[in-house]
């Protein structure tokens, strides 16, 4: 069976600061990994998609996730984060149909 | 802006009525799905339609029935429902290949009576 784990359930952060959201994985079969964000009263956006290739995948905002097959991790990063980042943010497994989601986990940036 | 449109945005409904959510994209996606987000927890999958065949049903009560009349557009007719029902309901679709991103809408926040 496929699961996934958010390691940490809140992440304050100062702006500008760097900020790592960690998510681990269970699959027997071949994994697709995803990072959505989802803001206040609002649907989830694809942040970063992992489905084969380069273990380095990046987004047009500035976060990057790296999947390590060896230490079944996903995690997302951003050098420097904004205010605008505050969100709640999810990674996820996809299995034959339908997504497996982590608990989340939400980051809060501060000025 | 999503590509995947629900209405309503908002529905307050008793414990007697019967009301339907709507989806509709426009991506040429031939997978659609319903998910069950409640407050502060990850959305959890209700159910399928690939090709608008169900796929997939969660083992979701009878109270929740969904309908795929096209390609385009994604129902679910809802009767009898109880206040744990209370969630915000999330539709999504994507290419019918296993692996593929799914779209979200901005979903429909239901309180339940």
């Known amino acids: 069976a496929q699961s996934v784990t958010q390691l940490d359930s809140q992440v304050p952060v100062f702006e500008e600061a760097p900020v790592e959201l960690r998510c681990n994985y269970s699959?027997?079969?071949?994994?697709?990994l995803f990072w959505y964000v989802q803001y206040p009263n609002q649907g989830l956006q694809l942040l970063l998609k992992?489905?084969?290739?380069?273990?380095l995948v990046k987004s047009i905002n500035g976060f990057e996730a790296e999947f390590n097959k060896s230490q079944t991790s996903f995690h997302l990063r951003k050098p420097s984060v904004h205010i605008s980042d505050t969100a709640e943010y999810f990674c996820?497994?996809?299995?034959?149909?339908?997504?497996?989601f982590g608990q989340g986990t939400e980051l809060s940036v501060k000025p | 802006d999503t590509e995947v449109t629900q209405t309503p945005k908002h529905l307050v409904m008793g414990m007697t009525n019967k009301k339907s959510l709507k989806c509709e994209q426009h991506?040429?996606?031939?997978?659609m799905y319903w998910y069950k987000q409640k407050a502060k927890k990850p959305p959890e999958l209700m159910f399928v339609?690939?090709?608008?065949?169900?796929?997939i049903n969660e083992s979701v009560p009878s109270r929740f029935s969904p309908e795929c009349p096209n390609s385009s557009l994604l129902n679910l007719h809802l009767h009898a429902l109880q206040p744990e029902d209370s969630a915000l309901y999330l539709c999504?679709?994507?290419?019918?290949?296993?692996?593929?991103?799914?779209?979200f809408g901005d979903g429909t926040r239901l309180s339940i009576l």
């Open positions: 999504a679709s994507s290419q019918a290949r296993e692996g593929q991103p799914q779209h």
């Open positions: 699959s027997s079969v071949s994994v697709y």
């Open positions: 992992y489905l084969s290739g380069s273990t």
């Open positions: 996820a497994v996809t299995r034959r149909w339908g997504l497996i």
């Open positions: 991506m040429g996606h031939r997978a």
């Open positions: 339609y690939s090709y608008e065949k169900l796929s």
